[in-house]
C-alpha cells in the first residue's frame, strides 16, 4: 500500500517541520538504510556529515526555499540536517564513493498532434530494501499552485508533475566523470523546478544551469491548450545533453546516453547491458502505435525479459538479499490535468490497469 501526504501549510520551513513531525519514523528509517548502503558500497573511506553539509550548501545556493525545508524537516524528525542533506544526494554521493551501481528505471512519452494530452508513464527501480519508503507528496503553495511528487522520506523530490502543465520523470545514468565531488543534487534539481518554472523553457533554463557531479536524464513533458512538448535533459558533469521524440511522438529513455559527446564516455552498457535491451523492447513495442493510453504502455512495460534486468524487475531469490533491485513503483503523470497516479510495484501487480489490446 502506498502513502499519499498533502502538506497543509505552503511556506518552505513550516512544510519541512510539519513533514518531519508527521514522518519523523520513515525520515530515520531512510537515513538508516542509506547510511548502510554507503558503506556497503563505498570503495573508499568517507565521512558522511561532511558530505551531507556539502550537499547542503549547494541546495542553499540552487534553491533556497529547499535548503530551509530541509533544515526544518531534519528538526521536525530530530534528526542531524546533514544526514538529510545526504540522503538528498544520494546519488550524488554514490557516485562520489564509487559505487557500482547498475541504472534503473524506463520511461516512455507519447505526444499527439495538436494535442495538449500527452502520455507519460515509467517504472522506477531501486533497491528492494526500500519498497516501503517512498511516498507520493502533494505541496500546495502561497501563489495557488501544486507540485506533485513521488519521492523517498525524506528527499524532497523526484518523478512529478506540477499544476502549471510541467511533468518529470527520472532515469538515473553514469558517465566517467561523475563523482568528483558533491554537484547540486539532482533530486533537489527535479523537485525545484517544478515549484519553480512556469513552462518547458525556463525549465530548461534551469536545468542547465545546475553544475551536477552525477548524472541523471530528466524527462520533461509540458502541455499548454492544445499542444505538448517532451525533452529529456541528460544531466551530466560536462553540461546538458537533449533528446527529442522521434518523428511519430514517441520519447522511450532507460539507463543510458542518448545523447553526444556524453555518449562517448557512458560507463552503462558495458556494465549493465540491459539498459539497451529494455529500450529496445519498449521502442519495438510503442513505435508506430496510435491511440496509446497510459493503460497501452504499462501493459508494453509489463516485460520481465532479462530476469533482474527487466523493464518489471523482480529479486533473484537465488541471490543474495542485499543489494538487490526490484520495481519500487509504475508511475503515471498527466500532466494536462497537473495529476499523479504511482502504483506500487511493477506493472504484473496491477492488471485491472493494463490494457494489452494493441489493435
Known amino acids: 500500500m502506498s502513502i499519499r501526504f498533502r502538506s497543509s501549510v505552503t511556506e518552505p520551513a513550516e512544510r519541512g517541520l510539519e513533514f518531519g513531525r508527521v514522518h519523523g519514523e520513515k525520515i530515520q528509517a531512510t537515513v538508516d538504510n542509506y547510511r548502510a548502503l554507503f558503506e556497503r558500497v563505498a570503495t573508499r573511506p568517507f565521512d558522511l556529515l561532511a558530505l551531507g553539509s556539502q550537499a547542503l ?38 557516485a562520489h564513493l564509487g559505487a557500482q551501481l547498475r541504472g534503473e528505471c524506463s520511461t516512455v512519452v507519447r505526444l499527439e498532434p495538436f494535442s495538449g494530452k500527452p502520455v507519460a508513464v515509467q517504472t522506477w527501480d531501486w533497491y528492494a530494501e526500500f519498497a516501503g519508503q517512498w511516498l507520493t507528496w502533494e505541496i500546495p503553495h502561497a501563489d495557488g499552485s ?3 511528487t513521488v519521492t523517498e522520506f525524506g528527499i524532497v523530490g523526484k518523478a512529478g508533475v506540477n499544476s502549471r502543465g510541467l511533468g518529470v520523470h527520472f ?14 543534487p539532482v533530486h533537489v534539481a527535479s523537485r525545484w523546478m517544478l515549484d519553480s518554472c512556469k513552462d518547458i523553457n525556463q525549465a530548461l ?31 551530466h558533469p560536462g553540461g546538458p ?5 522521434d518523428a511519430d511522438g514517441l520519447l522511450v529513455h532507460t539507463n543510458h546516453f542518448l545523447s553526444g559527446p556524453a555518449r562517448e564516455f557512458d560507463t552503462e552498457p558495458a556494465a549493465y547491458p540491459d539498459t539497451l535491451v529494455r529500450h529496445d523492447l ?30 518489471c524487475c523482480h529479486p533473484d531469490p537465488s541471490l543474495p538479499e542485499a543489494g538487490q533491485y526490484a520495481t519500487l513503483a509504475s ?13 506500487p510495484g511493477g506493472p504484473c501487480g496491477h492488471p485491472h490497469w493494463l490494457d494489452n489490446d494493441f489493435s
Open 205 to 235: 533554463q534551469l536545468l542547465g544551469s545546475a553544475q551536477v557531479s552525477a548524472s541523471s536524464s530528466l524527462t520533461l513533458i509540458a502541455a499548454v491548450d492544445d499542444s505538448s512538448a517532451a525533452v529529456s535533459v541528460e544531466l
Open 171 to 184: 532515469n538515473i545514468l553514469h558517465h566517467q566523470k561523475d563523482g568528483q565531488g558533491i554537484g547540486v
Open 282 to 311: 519498449l521502442v519495438r513495442r510503442l513505435a508506430n502505435r496510435r491511440g496509446l493510453t497510459p493503460q497501452k504502455v504499462l501493459a508494453a512495460m509489463n516485460s520481465h525479459l532479462g530476469g533482474i534486468g527487466a523493464v
Open 331 to 343: 508511475i503515471v503523470i498527466d500532466v494536462a490535468g497537473g495529476t499523479l497516479t504511482a502504483l
Open 241 to 245: 545533453g537533449l533528446v527529442f521524440p
Open 146 to 148: 501544486l507540485t506533485t
Open 57 to 94: 550548501a549547494r541546495i542553499e545556493a540552487f534553491a533556497p526555499p529547499l535548503y530551509q525545508e530541509i533544515l526544518a524537516m531534519a528538526e521536525g524528525a530530530g534528526t542531524e540536517p546533514s544526514y538529510l542533506g545526504a540522503i538528498n544526494a544520494r546519488t550524488e554521493i554514490l
